[in-house]
């Protein structure tokens, strides 16, 4: 099951997205294997492609805060089905998540997909492929 406070804190969070041009408000939630958690909502820009997802802001505040392992992850936004993760964010989760690690994608009505890093970004780039 999944975790039902990591989903509460996605969905509140999408709240304080910035979201000006597209008007579709994300949220996310990262809990670390310590048990704190870090929420995530995108934030936009007037220049277009600078703008973040709320995934890579949650990633990105754990990482900036020192955490670096991590247990779970739920992503919500007002969809029809569970909102997928851009493919930047995968790839950004793919460099930080275990292949294991469980994702959940939700929408507003409920609707929700658990997911593991593996299924999705298989066979992603990664670290080891730089050696
Ligand atoms: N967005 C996210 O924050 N996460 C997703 O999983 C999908 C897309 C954002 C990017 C942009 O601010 C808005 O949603 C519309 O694409």
Redesign the pocket.
């Known amino acids: 099951m999944p975790n039902k406070q990591l989903i509460e804190e996605a969905k509140a969070i999408k709240d304080a997205a910035y979201?000006p041009y597209?008007k579709?408000p994300?949220g996310a939630a990262l809990r670390t294997k310590s048990g704190r958690i870090f929420t995530g909502c995108?934030i936009?820009n007037a220049a277009y492609p600078v703008?973040c997802?709320?995934?890579r802001v949650a990633i990105f505040k754990a990482i900036s805060e020192g955490f670096t392992d991590f247990d779970e992850m739920a992503?919500a936004?007002d969809t029809d089905r569970p909102?997928p993760?851009?493919g930047s964010?995968r790839q950004v989760m793919s460099e930080f998540f275990q292949k294991d690690m469980p994702i959940t994608l939700t929408n507003l009505n409920g609707k929700t997909k658990i997911v593991t890093m593996q299924e999705l970004l298989p066979f992603s780039f990664e670290p080891e492929d730089l050696k």
Do not use: I, R, Y
């Open positions: 979201v597209s579709f994300v995108n936009e703008s997802c709320a995934e992503v936004a909102v993760p851009c964010c």
